[in-house]
């Protein structure tokens, strides 16, 4: 254990001399934030963040929705078991929970102190020492200590989501200097994004957590250390926080003009319908709409005619990553990359669009879309330098043709994408026998599942195995319960399934979780498609370890194309936009963030007080 005497104490793998090697070599000066490329938007003196108004005044309950068939089950997001509620997060700041550093919202990644006043790194990056606040408490009065940030660090890493042993796998030894001071040693110095992501650390309490079950949900109310407590819990139907009044760093610049309402609570509805009547009855505050055809037609009345329920548009630069039927190379016939790229033909996308989503819809056509990070039409020539050495490893078409989603007219028939997909499934070993498409060795007909916990993508999805059957294919859909869905999802016990891999604006560490050889077979891994491809396994290398801001886009660029046209997914659609009903009652700060929608800065439009 950590004592008081403030004695150092090395955990791990490395031997006292060499952390006494890389200790006395390598120096740094303590900063206010870091920025993974480049310095930081706002300077050691900065008052508070561009988007907010450090003026907002306090108070008020915000009444938030939650559309989830089954509720939650667990008041921990840190652990793969259970459904943990609305507004607790796993990285990163939350409402019950502060990290070692916070993430800014208008650049692509910058971090600034939280329960960390002062970072330090070398300049090759292959340390970070974190300086914690020493005003830093816990809800109880408990103050925050180095021995907390590496209690947390090995409960998360070895008891945790195995998201956390993924993401920090490059740490190979930390240690506390003294009391408020804490150091990670990394690998080697070519992972540049690592001490940013070991600012995302949430610190938990040791006093707290030791004599807990961990790994086993939970809704015993734990201790946090953020700008709200939870005040209240009904087991699956609401959860209530309250702003704590004595929140140690609520006057710090990163919280300034943020976390303005007194409660924030958030209920359950069942049924996403159901959710849209409750916010015109006024059940509730606020409503992100994410189906296009709830936008165009729901959002109608008296009271949006009146100006009582405001319906708006804020665009945004967040990539939309990947949403799209996923397909799970781990089970036949989705091996075979040519069957994967003929069942692509039989999604009418075009027609989708418009007879059911309003033609409001792009089709998204990289992993990274809606940013600079996204590939298009033909490798340039820092691309082909990045991709060469792979050229007998990965399919032509990375190297001579652009990728292109399957298009048509959009009127309904879809039959000369049809008679391509059959052409490439004769050319993969198949045939049609009756009705049916089997394989021509075996004689096994193709027949799959497609795994869903939304009802809302019915609508999508029958047309998509209606063209099937058209082929002869047997698909059946298979809607159930989210608890259900996340369970067999994390064990990879599905066929196909539509899903949405999110981006950052400055991909790193997260992408081995997506696609690496190393998650393909790990339980709770996002690399739901099961890829294991030595060559995207060397991408992602080159990704963590890019020099410079020009060098990550082209590489990011190079390893979108080999996952592209590795057709693990039938890409779907994206928009630019955040599609917002509220209620007339609340203000927004002039500037809008690029990279959240930032309802935390919001408040009311006069001074309320909480009943």
């Known amino acids: 254990m950590l004592r008081r005497s403030f004695r150092a104490r090395v955990y791990h793998r490395y ?243 943020r976390y303005n309402f007194d409660l924030i609570s958030y209920d359950y509805y069942r049924d996403a319908t159901v959710a849209l009547e409750a916010l015109k009855a006024g059940e509730y505050d606020i409503r992100i709409e994410n189906t296009a055809k709830s936008w165009a037609t729901g959002y109608q009345g008296e009271k949006f005619d009146q100006g009582e329920i405001i319906k708006v548009e804020i665009k945004h630069s967040i990539p939309s990553g990947m949403q799209g039927f996923i397909y799970n190379t781990r089970r036949w016939p989705f091996q075979d990359r040519k069957v994967r790229q003929a069942l692509a033909y039989a999604f009418d996308f075009e027609w989708t669009n418009k007879q059911i989503f309003y033609n409001t819809y792009t089709r998204t056509k990289s992993y990274f879309e809606n940013s600079e990070l996204a590939s298009s039409g033909l490798p340039d020539e820092h691309e082909m330098a990045i991709l060469a050495p792979f050229k007998n490893q990965v399919p032509e078409e990375v190297f001579t043709l652009s990728y292109l989603p399957p298009k048509t007219d959009g009127l309904g028939n879809n039959r000369q994408n049809l008679k391509q997909a059959f052409r490439l499934l004769e050319q993969a070993g198949w045939q049609v026998s009756g009705n049916q498409l089997v394989e021509t060795t075996s004689g096994r007909p193709m027949q799959f599942e497609i795994l869903l916990d939304l009802q809302e993508y019915q609508r999508m999805v029958l047309p998509f195995i209606q063209n099937l059957k058209r082929l002869g294919i047997e698909a059946r859909l298979r809607i159930v319960d989210p608890q259900q869905y996340v369970n067999r999802t994390n064990e990879f016990d599905f066929d196909m399934t539509i899903t949405s891999l999110r981006q950052s604006s400055s991909p790193g560490n997260e992408q081995r979780d997506f696609w690496h050889s190393s998650e393909a077979d790990r339980h709770g891994s996002r690399n739901l498609m099961g890829i294991k491809d030595p060559v995207v396994d060397e991408l992602i290398s080159l990704v963590i370890s890019a020099p410079n801001r020009e060098q990550l886009v082209y590489r990011t660029r190079a390893l979108d194309r080999v996952l592209l046209w590795g057709h693990y997914v039938i890409p779907h659609f994206h928009s630019q936009t955040f599609r917002i009903a509220y209620w007339n009652k609340f203000k927004r700060p002039e500037i809008s963030p690029k990279y959240n929608i930032g309802i935390d800065n919001w408040w009311f439009k006069q001074r309320m007080t909480t009943p």
């Not at 989830?68 to 089950?73: H, I, K, T």
């Not at 690592?194 to 600012?199: A, F």
């Open 15 to 257: 031997s006292f001399i060499l952390w006494l090697f890389i200790t006395q070599t390598a120096s740094a000066l303590p900063s206010h934030g870091l920025a993974m490329h480049g310095a930081p938007k706002y300077g050691p003196d900065f008052s508070h963040f561009e988007y907010v108004n450090p003026a907002a005044p306090k108070g008020g309950h915000l009444r938030l929705p939650a559309v989830r068939s089954s509720g939650f089950d667990s008041l921990n997001p840190f652990i793969i078991k259970g459904v943990p509620a609305a507004g607790l997060r796993r990285l990163g700041s939350s409402y019950l929970y502060d990290s070692l550093t916070v993430q800014s919202d208008d650049e692509a990644f910058s971090q600034y102190g939280l329960v960390a006043e002062t970072i330090e790194m070398p300049e090759d990056r292959s340390w970070v020492t974190f300086r914690l606040n020493p005003i830093a408490r816990f809800h109880d009065g408990h103050p925050i200590t180095a021995e907390d940030v590496i209690f947390t660090f090995e409960l998360l890493t070895q008891k945790g989501h195995p998201l956390y042993s993924t993401y920090y796998q490059d740490v190979v030894s930390y240690l506390a200097l003294d009391e408020h001071t804490v150091k990670f040693i990394f690998r080697s110095s070519e992972n540049k994004e690592l001490p940013l992501i070991m600012g995302q650390l949430p610190v938990l309490p040791k006093h707290y957590w030791q004599d807990r079950e961990f790994d086993k949900s939970s809704l015993d109310i734990p201790l946090g250390s953020g700008p709200y407590r939870i005040k209240s819990v009904n087991p699956g139907r609401s959860i209530v926080y309250e702003r704590d009044d004595s929140y140690w760093a609520k006057d710090l610049p990163v919280n300034k003009g």
